[in-house]
């Protein structure tokens, strides 16, 4: 399905993910990806314990809820790709329905006091709002493109994944617990760290999980231009979190904690699955 040119056949590494031919030693990730460096600047002690110690993952409802939705909506994107044609909200049902199984299956979930099936629901929802009222619009040239982003002076390579790529811009799919109104600060930089690979301007669609599920086109509402200053400030972030994680694996190696910056974030610790490991997360 990729079709981009920027395209590597890198991925981003999944959270408490082992990727193959990893020596058994601990030590930096190969190559960063924008969750990554996300991770990072939230709280550099979970970044640690995620990416370098590789700590099981619990994984919240909402993160399950998302990532089914995002499969079962790419999957209805790539037969539409394929065909010309809208596919059937039934197509779209269906790949919910395995994605969940496969999503919901791989590790420990944290369902937040409701049962599994109700955020099934919430899913189906959202899937369904999105193939009636936003997928119409789209024109897909490739679905879940991987992009490779040269980081300079650096090694590395960052690494990430466009939800949608259509000929004149980008598209992302959010979900979201009310609808925004303006992209989220991280939103912005994962944009323009795409934009440095595809130079297109960037739309978010977002799937908002009201009582009444609703899927909202970010057309016009929820975008921005392609801007290369934009995209080069980006790609210099991602740049100056490599070297800061580099410099904590210099001063702190794998076994000592990072700072725990995330502290001071408004929501970091209460969502983090590594609290237990954590000094400050297991004390506070
Ligand atoms: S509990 Fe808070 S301070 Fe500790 S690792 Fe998690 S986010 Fe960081």
Redesign the pocket.
């Known amino acids: 399905m990729n079709a981009a040119t920027a395209i590597a056949p890198a991925g981003i590494i999944p959270a408490g993910a082992v990727l193959p031919g990893t020596p058994a030693e601990v030590e930096l990730p190969g190559h960063v990806s924008f969750t990554q460096i996300d991770c990072f600047a939230?709280?550099p002690?979970?970044y640690r314990?995620r990416y370098v110690l590789r700590r099981p993952y619990v994984r919240s409802a909402a993160l399950v809820v998302g990532s089914a939705a995002h499969t079962a909506i790419q999957h209805g994107l790539a037969v539409k790709m394929a065909t010309g044609e809208d596919a059937p909200v039934d197509a779209f049902d269906d790949a919910l329905a395995a994605a969940w199984n496969s999503a919901s299956s791989e590790g420990d979930v944290e369902w937040g006091g409701k049962a599994e099936g109700d955020h099934l629901d919430q899913a189906a929802a959202l899937v369904r709002a999105y193939a009636e009222d936003v997928a119409p619009r789209v024109v897909p040239v490739a679905v879940e493109a991987d992009v490779a982003v040269k980081l300079p002076g650096l090694s590395k390579v960052l690494v990430g994944r466009v939800d949608v790529v259509e000929a004149e811009r980008l598209r992302e799919v959010k979900t979201t617990a009310a609808t925004q109104s303006s992209p989220m600060p991280s939103w912005r930089v994962q944009a323009r760290l795409y934009q440095a690979a595809l130079l297109r301007p960037v739309v978010w669609d977002q799937l908002v999980k009201t009582k009444t599920p609703k899927a909202l086109a970010g057309d016009g509402v929820l975008e921005v231009e392609y801007s290369p200053a934009a995209a080069a400030g980006a790609v210099s972030i991602a740049a100056g979190v490599v070297r800061e994680i580099e410099r904590l694996w210099s001063l702190f190696g794998p076994d000592e904690a990072w700072p725990?910056?995330?502290?001071s974030?408004p929501w970091?610790?209460s969502r983090?699955s590594?609290?237990a490991a954590?000094?400050?997360?297991a004390s506070s």
């Open positions: 939230t709280c002690e979970q314990q725990m910056m995330g502290a974030h970091a610790c983090c590594a609290r954590c000094a400050w997360g």
